[in-house]
């Protein structure tokens, strides 16, 4: 009795040693699947940002970043790209001056009081704005401009009405999921107190998901401030230094680079003697490197502003 039981014993763990060995050759496999699909991804990614940085680090120096393309002409080596770095900032933040506030209170509309047909067509008509064109929207701030200043004409508020097209579906349907994570129990406990709704609102929810928000918001940055048929159409192209938002085309990174690289390498005269033939294209990609680095910085700081105002664990 005692040989048989012996016997089922040794068989019993030999199956599950075996078994042992069949899962751990499993998880082995998949491991390096999800290993070699995960370099796979990247492999594109490090590629660009390799491509990026070693073509446009040549030129990122002061005067690059602190000169503008104003009397520069053919293959000269000068000039930088400073009026489209100001541009592009001041639009991108109008942007989400008119997109941000208007993407929240949408989202807070739909999560904390939308209910009906009214909730439906506001979120339907999310969806829609998210595919749209972006010359779409450059279209359709220009027709819109000209309705009111005649045809011809170039402003930097132009773009941002545009931008703002593209950016509040999104900021909308981020800030939207955010705020469907806060727990119920949250607003339920305030109200229990006798805080009135709104408040809830503004001093619970939003002070909760205040990490998420931001994250959105900055995804949605990202989305637009690469964007260049609509600001082509809707701001136009300058050399000069512009600030003011309201008079005159601006020149931005996205249609610097287009414009640099549409220019192509350059016949060097000469009477010209700093000439490089294709300084044109070394600009762009000088231009498109700063892009990047403006776009990392932003995320750093939403980093910042999420560890210093999201809610403490205790």
């Not at 030129?59 to 393309?69: E, P």
């Not at 349907?173 to 607003?187: A, D, G, H, I, Q």
């Not at 107190?193 to 940055?221: C, D, F, N, Q």
């Amino acid at each position: 009795m005692s040989a048989v039981t012996s016997d089922a014993t040794a068989t019993a763990q030999a199956l599950l040693t075996a078994g042992d060995k069949g899962r751990k050759r499993k998880d082995r496999l998949m491991t390096g699947l999800v290993w070699f699909a995960f370099l796979l991804a990247i492999a594109p990614l490090v590629s660009l940002l390799w491509t990026v940085v070693t073509q446009g680090i040549g030129r990122l120096n002061a005067d690059f970043l602190f000169y503008s393309m104003r009397n520069v002409y053919g293959g000269m080596d000068a000039g930088g790209a400073y009026h489209a770095i100001l541009g592009t900032l001041l639009i991108t933040l109008w942007t989400a001056l008119i997109s941000v506030p208007l993407g929240l209170l949408v989202a807070i509309y739909l999560v904390e009081y939308g209910r009906g047909a009214l909730a439906r067509s506001v979120t339907f008509f999310v969806d829609v704005m998210t595919g749209i064109p972006s010359i779409v929207a450059g279209l359709f701030a220009y027709a819109v401009f000209v309705v009111f200043f005649g045809a011809g004409i170039r402003m930097g508020i132009m773009g941002s009405v545009a931008l703002s097209l593209l950016m509040t579906p999104v900021v909308v349907r981020s800030c939207e999921e955010m705020l469907r994570l806060v727990p119920n129990e949250l607003r339920e406990a305030s109200l229990a107190l006798g805080v009135p709704k709104w408040l809830t609102i503004v001093k619970v929810v939003l002070r909760t998901s205040v990490a998420g928000l931001t994250t959105g918001v900055l995804l949605a940055i990202a989305r637009v401030i690469g964007e260049t048929a609509p600001l082509l159409i809707a701001v136009g192209v300058t050399a000069s230094i512009n600030t003011n938002m309201f008079s005159g085309s601006m020149m931005t990174l996205p249609v610097f680079i287009y414009d640099q690289y549409k220019a192509g390498p350059v016949p060097c005269s000469a009477a010209v003697t700093d000439c490089i033939a294709s300084i044109n294209f070394d600009r762009a990609w000088t231009a498109a490197l700063t892009l990047v680095i403006i776009v990392v910085i932003l995320n750093l700081l939403g980093r910042l502003v999420t560890r210093l105002f999201a809610p403490k664990l205790r």
